[in-house]
């Protein structure tokens, strides 16, 4: 089993940056597919960005955050992060941590078999 516990969220300005963490246990993270995801009340799961293993995966990123957004890894403190600059009003939701073991970065939830409970990130104008 992966427990996965996201961190960071906040109250920001747009222009604005933070960044999430997302602290795994029962599994090194460099040795799972890792990904976050974002939604907001009455709307689908939305992907933004996710990572392969450390073996040679790659990262890849939702259209709407390529370029402001950066996936990373820190496999001595076992956490994923998500840098977030330039903040739109519309990155506004509920950003929530997924990892699963094949290894693979993938943009659709069904792959990831492990999810962390969410952080809100809330982007005022």
């Known amino acids: 089993q992966v427990q996965l516990v996201e961190s960071g969220g906040g109250l920001v300005q747009a222009g604005g940056s933070l960044r999430l963490s997302c602290a795994a246990s029962?599994?090194?993270?460099?040795?799972?597919?890792m990904g976050w995801f974002r939604q907001t009340p009455g709307k689908d799961r939305e992907f933004v960005a996710a990572i392969g293993w450390s073996g040679g995966g790659s990262t890849i990123y939702a259209d709407s955050v390529k370029g402001r957004f950066a996936i990373s890894r820190d496999n001595a403190k076992n956490t994923v992060y998500l840098q977030m600059n330039s903040l739109k009003a519309e990155d506004t939701a509920v950003y929530h941590c997924?990892?699963?073991?094949?290894?693979?970065?993938?943009?659709?939830?069904?792959?990831?078999?492990?999810w962390g409970q969410g952080t809100q990130v809330t982007v005022s104008s």
């Open positions: 029962g599994r090194t993270v460099n040795s799972l597919a």
């Open positions: 997924a990892a699963d073991s094949s290894l693979d970065a993938s943009a659709r939830a069904y792959h990831y078999a492990y």
